[in-house]
């Protein structure tokens, strides 16, 4: 993206560029769908940044749906479980490896580790997903109170108007998720959906893969997609284009079409199982980064604001390693599972492959061994 924006088309300079890469990292939400829809806003307002949000997540939310159907018709048969087997596996190793890049960049003192160590064994003995966020919004107000004040903190306008911005924003989201939930006729399921959703992109500090830790209680929980084929949803939010979180839609997908939303399943049932995860997860994204975009403009310049996103994104490293863990376990810490972890481990932390390669010779590895 900075090749193309800034290195050939020069519509930002670098400079403009990290500052607004600096305020995606700081919002809850995909960075890279944010960082997109911030770009077409600094060229041509917001009814161009919408355009650009959907061109960056539709491609992917077309792929999703198809592989989705694919998986609910041939993903029990032998050859294709056990390719399952090897790119879980590989997913794993990339779990951990982000987990502990993560944490080199936000264990700072003994209460941001504190705050990674607790999420980890909270998760792990079975504390909800929800209680060990709330921990972590409470790591990051002790990283807020904890932090001095900096010179250059701002009380400007921009900031001030971002709250109104925001309320007007997430008010249609609110009002339909209200009406899912208390409109006659519509499954419970539906309503459930949209609420994972949002609360998943709200509670992303740290990355996509932080907030997939919720998708994966809550779709183990509610029965739209057991812990032991998790990976299987994140192995397609990884192959498919645009972002990670995509991997919601895949569940919602599944979820649908098996009748676990309720609404007797099929393809219909899919279909609004796909498309709900996309508009809460993507719509709240992009309305968060339209409501802050003119802070992309200054930068982030709040040192109590950094304080507590670090001790949130400790907490959020914690959750990365128990999901990679679970992967782990979840494939019975069978010999070949644990050496294809290792090696993608390995292979991802001193880059020698990108993602779709290791995940392309997991598939190999899995599929020949079936």
Do not use: N
């Not at 769908?33 to 806003?41: H, N, S």
């Not at 992917?60 to 879980?88: I, M």
């Amino acid at each position: 993206m900075q090749s193309e924006v800034v290195d050939k088309r020069a519509w930002l300079t670098q400079e403009q560029f990290g500052r607004a890469l600096g305020l995606c990292f700081f919002l809850p939400g995909p960075e890279a769908q944010q960082m997109v829809t911030w770009i077409a806003w600094k060229l041509d307002g917001w009814r161009s940044a919408i355009v650009a949000a959907l061109a960056f997540i539709l491609p992917g939310l077309f792929a999703c749906g198809v592989l989705g159907y694919a998986y609910v018709h041939y993903g029990r048969l032998p050859a294709v479980e056990g390719a399952l087997v090897g790119v879980r596996a590989v997913v794993a190793g990339i779990l951990f490896v982000s987990a502990w890049r993560l944490a080199a960049k936000s264990l700072e003192g003994w209460g941001q580790g504190m705050a990674s160590l607790g999420a980890f064994l909270g998760l792990c003995f079975g504390v909800p997903f929800a209680a060990v966020a709330a921990v972590a919004v409470v790591a990051g107000g002790c990283g807020w109170w904890g932090t001095p004040a900096g010179a250059t903190e701002s009380t400007s306008p921009a900031i001030r108007r971002l709250w109104w911005r925001l309320f007007l924003g997430l008010l249609p989201f609110l009002v339909l998720g209200l009406a899912l939930h208390f409109f006659p006729g519509v499954p419970a399921g539906y309503a459930r959906l949209a609420g994972v959703s949002a609360f998943a992109v709200l509670s992303s500090f740290g990355g996509a893969y932080a907030a997939l830790s919720l998708w994966r209680t809550q779709a183990d929980g509610l029965g739209w997609l057991t812990s032991a084929r998790f990976g299987d949803a994140l192995v397609v939010g990884e192959a498919t284009p645009g972002p990670l979180m995509l991997a919601g839609s895949f569940i919602g997908f599944v979820a649908g079409y098996q009748g676990a939303l309720g609404g007797g399943g099929g393809l219909g049932c899919a279909l609004i199982g796909l498309f709900i995860p996309a508009v809460f997860t993507f719509g709240i994204s992009t309305t968060l980064i339209l409501a802050a975009a003119p802070l992309g403009e200054v930068g982030i310049a709040s040192a109590r604001f950094r304080g507590a996103m670090t001790s949130v994104t400790a907490a959020a490293a914690g959750a990365l390693a128990w999901m990679g863990a679970m992967l782990v376990l979840g494939a019975g810490a069978r010999p070949l599972p644990v050496a294809l972890t290792l090696v993608a481990a390995i292979a991802s932390q001193r880059r020698w492959a990108g993602v779709p390669a290791l995940l392309g010779v997991g598939a190999l590895v899995g599929w020949a061994l079936a």
